[in-house]
């Protein structure tokens, strides 16, 4: 595929989050019913009623896993990736536009599921530590004691990082997203952030995979850049 056209002209940061986005499923609970105790389906339950946040939800969970480190990393070298998102990925970057991986998934995993793509991309996720055997602790760099969910990753301060003049893109597809979908400057939402958005009144459009999205970037960018361009009057 060649390079989105269009470019360069304001800079363009996008922010893609992982888990049913760039992956086909979840892996954070793919990777608990493989190998966590089952009281993480008691928690999680907690977590989708609104009693606990992400960040307390994914701290007890991964203490409930029970798997040495050689497992868990051939679990996250078999896991599904969108097979659009390399050659989208790759045209961005050839564009000039900067990625950034935003997860509030696991960034063992991450990095894992992704090594046979050959993509250089920053990513921000929460951190599987090994805590010995075939225990786990969460840590949590990204996370903000002003988060309004309480997520393990706060994505609206991640997408504090980008310049001011950048257009600020988010791809995603969840619960996670719905915080930073309010504050970007266009977003490109499957399942419940599409939903969210379009309860919400949230500019957005819609896509179902990798493979779509191509030409629904270069067509609003083409459209952010003529607004940009109109003389002031």
């Not at 888990?19 to 086909?24: E, Q, V």
């Not at 991450?110 to 996720?125: K, M």
């Not at 499957?190 to 958005?197: E, I, M, P, T, Y």
């Amino acid at each position: 595929m060649n390079k989105i056209d269009l470019l360069p002209l304001p800079p363009v940061e996008c922010f893609i989050d992982f888990d049913g986005t760039i992956s086909l499923e979840d892996t954070t609970d793919l990777l608990l019913s493989q190998f966590a105790q089952p009281a993480w389906r008691t928690i999680e339950a907690a977590w989708e009623r609104g009693a606990i946040g992400s960040r307390e939800c994914m701290s007890r969970q991964v203490e409930l896993l029970r798997v040495e480190p050689v497992m868990l990393d051939l679990f996250a070298n078999c896991l599904r990736i969108d097979p659009g998102f390399a050659p989208f990925a790759e045209a961005l970057q050839a564009s000039g536009v900067s990625i950034t991986i935003v997860s509030d998934g696991l960034d063992r995993v991450i990095a894992h599921a992704l090594r046979d793509y050959g993509l250089a991309l920053p990513v921000l996720a929460n951190e599987l530590i090994h805590a010995g055997g075939d225990h786990w602790q969460l840590g949590c760099p990204h996370a903000s004691e002003n988060c309004r969910a309480s997520s393990a990753h706060c994505k609206c301060a991640s997408f504090d990082r980008a310049p001011d003049s950048a257009l600020r893109v988010l791809i995603g597809d969840g619960r996670s997203d719905f915080c930073a979908a309010s504050i970007a400057d266009m977003v490109f939402a499957k399942g419940k952030l599409a939903d969210h958005c379009r309860a919400n009144g949230i500019t957005y459009r819609s896509f179902g995979n990798f493979t779509d999205l191509p030409p629904l970037f270069s067509d609003w960018l083409a459209n952010a850049m003529a607004v940009q361009s109109t003389p002031l009057l």
